[in-house]
């Protein structure tokens, strides 16, 4: 089945830089968009950033843009999402998904790493 199981979350200060990772198996990786979803606390889920299925095209959320990166390794089967200059607003719980080229909406999703700012 399919499995997205993401890492690299944890606590850091504002202006600081995070790494999260997630490795995805049970799907043909290339044929994916992937993407980074949060969701802070006590508000619902938000798009963070995408990438499509061959790395060509990227896309943030306005709260995002200039200070997080979205890349892929397609040897590793492995989405990745650099985060730089952090705020406490960011503080969330990261999830990473996966949609197929022809779904509207995405149908896998993995279990959430948290990631933490403190000002």
């Known amino acids: 089945q399919v499995q997205l199981v993401e890492s690299g979350g944890g606590l850091v200060q504002a202006g600081g830089s995070l790494a999260l990772s997630c490795a995805a198996s049970g799907l043909t990786f290339s044929s994916y968009t992937m993407a980074w979803f949060r969701q802070a606390p006590g508000k619902g889920r938000e798009f963070a950033a995408a990438i499509s299925w061959l790395g060509g095209t990227t896309s943030y959320a306005d709260s995002v843009k200039g200070r997080f990166t979205i890349s892929r390794d397609s040897a590793k089967n492995t989405v990745y999402l650099q985060m730089a200059g952090l705020k406490p607003e960011d503080t969330a719980v990261y999830y990473c998904?996966?949609?197929?080229?022809?779904?509207?909406?995405?149908?896998?999703w993995g279990q959430g790493t948290q990631v933490t700012v403190s000002s």
């Open positions: 998904a996966a949609k197929s080229r022809s779904a509207l909406s995405y149908a896998y």
